[in-house]
């Protein structure tokens, strides 16, 4: 026991005894809810902030995700791109097809004097076959069900083929065999070209649907004035040319079509629609070719 008011050694009370609950300081060294300063960054050394923090958004997969740099989601673009690419070689195996099938039937028309003489003599064959060209070819073209519809769009477009090939084989067999190899490798040449052509160069033909519509009508109209100014044969010489530098820019839309990254392009489920238009310009400049080197071939 100590008397009152004598302090127990060691302790120093300013008022004797124990302190009065709540004699302790207020606790104020946490700053209140919400007014913490923002996050810009922390540094391992010490020294508090150290520069703006690095916001990291990834996107499926574990991809980064943003807008560019650093963060960047090419994953839509390269999807993107893999569709695109898969269209494209979907049309081309389709397209080697349909034309592998119109050459073997060209060979047999051409190749064998009988059916060639045959088929010289009796044009109904290429009535027939461009009949049953344009009723399939309406029906691709107008009726978006029937083009999308498997297997009847694969049955459509063989009909087609045949129509078409059978156009392209009763028109040949009235041209000497020689005519149609050259023009048979005249086609697949400048449709190579062609094809290297649509795909580098940066003029969007794809722009320019309207103007080819107008230099088409154009053609018909020039054409009858040809024929009714000039000779048969320079007139249709002129023609055929005329109509091939024709055909040749379709084929330059309808390949820019196809490409896509331009202003306009073909749906990837347009697969047919795309072998269709890219074959019928390919058939129309091997029959421009052939009345060419026809006439060339007179006139040396």
Same mark, same amino acid.
């Given at each position: 026991?100590?008397?009152? &008011?004598?302090?127990?050694?060691?302790?120093?009370?300013?008022?004797?005894g124990?302190?009065q609950?709540?004699?302790?300081?207020?606790?104020?060294?946490?700053?209140?809810?919400?007014?913490?300063?923002?996050?810009?960054?922390?540094?391992?050394?010490?020294?508090?902030?150290? &520069?703006?923090?690095?916001?990291?958004?990834?996107?499926?997969?574990?991809?980064?995700?943003?807008?560019?740099?650093?963060?960047?989601?090419?994953?839509?673009?390269?999807?993107?791109?893999?569709?695109?690419?898969?269209?494209?070689?979907?049309?081309?195996?389709?397209? #080697?097809l349909?034309?592998?099938?119109?050459?073997?039937? =060209? &060979?047999?028309?051409?190749?064998?004097?009988e059916?060639?003489?045959?088929?010289?003599?009796?044009?109904?064959?290429?009535?027939?076959?461009?009949?049953?060209?344009?009723?399939?070819?309406?029906?691709l073209?107008?009726?978006?069900?029937?083009?999308?519809?498997?297997?009847?769009?694969?049955?459509?477009?063989?009909?087609?083929?045949?129509?078409?090939?059978l156009?392209?084989?009763? #028109?040949?067999?009235?041209?000497? #065999?020689?005519?149609?190899?050259?023009?048979?490798?005249?086609?697949?040449v400048?449709c190579?070209?062609?094809?290297?052509?649509?795909?580098?160069?940066?003029?969007?033909? #794809?722009?320019?649907?309207?103007?080819?519509?107008?230099?088409?009508? &154009?053609? @018909?109209?020039?054409?009858?004035?040809?024929?009714?100014?000039?000779?048969?044969?320079?007139?249709?010489?002129?023609?055929?040319?005329?109509?091939?530098?024709?055909?040749?820019?379709?084929? =330059?839309?309808?390949?820019q @079509?196809?490409?896509?990254?331009?202003?306009?392009?073909?749906?990837?489920?347009e697969? =047919?629609?795309?072998?269709?238009?890219?074959?019928?310009?390919?058939?129309?400049?091997? =029959?421009?070719?052939?009345?060419?080197?026809?006439?060339?071939?007179?006139?040396?």
């Open positions: 026991m100590y008397p009152q &008011g004598q302090q127990q050694p060691g302790f120093n009370y300013a008022y004797g124990y302190p609950q709540g004699g302790y300081p207020p606790q104020g060294g946490y700053p209140p809810q919400g007014s913490y300063p923002p996050q810009t960054g922390y540094s391992p050394y010490g020294g508090g902030q150290a &520069g703006p923090q690095v916001n990291l958004n990834f996107g499926p997969g574990g991809a980064p995700a943003g807008g560019g740099g650093f963060g960047a989601d090419p994953t839509g673009l390269f999807a993107e791109k893999a569709i695109r690419q898969a269209f494209i070689s979907k049309v081309y195996s389709m397209l #080697t349909q034309l592998i099938f119109t050459s073997v039937l =060209i &060979g047999m028309f051409v190749l064998n004097p059916t060639k003489a045959y088929f010289a003599r009796s044009q109904g064959w290429m009535f027939l076959g461009f009949a049953i060209f344009l009723v399939t070819y309406l029906i073209v107008c009726v978006e069900s029937a083009r999308r519809s498997t297997p009847l769009n694969l049955i459509l477009l063989f009909v087609l083929t045949f129509g078409y090939g156009v392209a084989a009763v #028109t040949s067999c009235r041209y000497n #065999t020689q005519v149609v190899f050259f023009a048979f490798i005249a086609t697949g400048s190579f070209l062609i094809a290297l052509f649509a795909k580098s160069t940066s003029f969007d033909m #794809t722009n320019c649907g309207t103007t080819l519509c107008l230099i088409g009508l &154009g053609n @018909l109209v020039i054409g009858l004035i040809l024929i009714a100014i000039f000779p048969a044969k320079t007139a249709s010489l002129l023609l055929a040319i005329s109509g091939a530098l024709l055909a040749s820019l379709y084929l =330059i839309f309808d390949l @079509l196809i490409m896509g990254g331009r202003k306009c392009e073909l749906s990837p489920e697969y =047919i629609l795309a072998c269709v238009m890219l074959y019928t310009d390919i058939i129309q400049i091997f =029959i421009y070719l052939l009345e060419i080197f026809s006439r060339l071939s007179d006139d040396s």
